[in-house]
């Protein structure tokens, strides 16, 4: 579930992170994007194919491991269910966040709208 969330599938936590990213970077730079876009495609194709080596590659050795307890469960569980929250709710965590990246976002255009220094 986690590699497939890197991946970026829509209806989990990092599809809506790289659709905000691509969406926000086309404005300011269409070529960049193209090129970002195209790193995301080829992340999908590195996590692919990790992901078909390490559940169809070949059995070197035959490893004696017990399976998940109750506390892996509950771990594992829980963050499955972030995970999921996210894609499907992302606003959420925007709206927790919108006051913070306004105050960044202002800070910014302040420090770029300043004079520059007069002893140069």
């Known amino acids: 579930m986690f590699v497939l969330a890197s991946l970026g599938l829509p209806g989990l936590g990092n599809f809506i992170a790289e659709i905000l990213i691509l969406t926000g970077s086309f404005t300011a730079s269409k070529i960049l994007t193209g090129i970002a876009a195209l790193g995301f495609i080829a992340a999908t194709l590195y996590s692919l194919r990790i992901m078909q080596k390490v559940f169809y590659g070949p059995v070197l050795k035959k490893w004696e491991i017990a399976d998940f307890g109750l506390r892996e469960m509950i771990v594992m569980g829980s963050l ?41």
Do not use: D, K
Not at 81 to 87: D, K, R
Not at 102 to 116: D, F, H, K, L, S
């Open 80 to 120: 499955a269910i972030v995970i999921i929250w996210l894609g499907l709710f992302p606003s959420s965590i925007l709206n927790a966040t919108q006051q913070m990246v306004r105050g960044v976002i202002e800070q910014v255009n302040i420090t770029a709208n300043m004079p520059q220094n007069a002893n140069r």
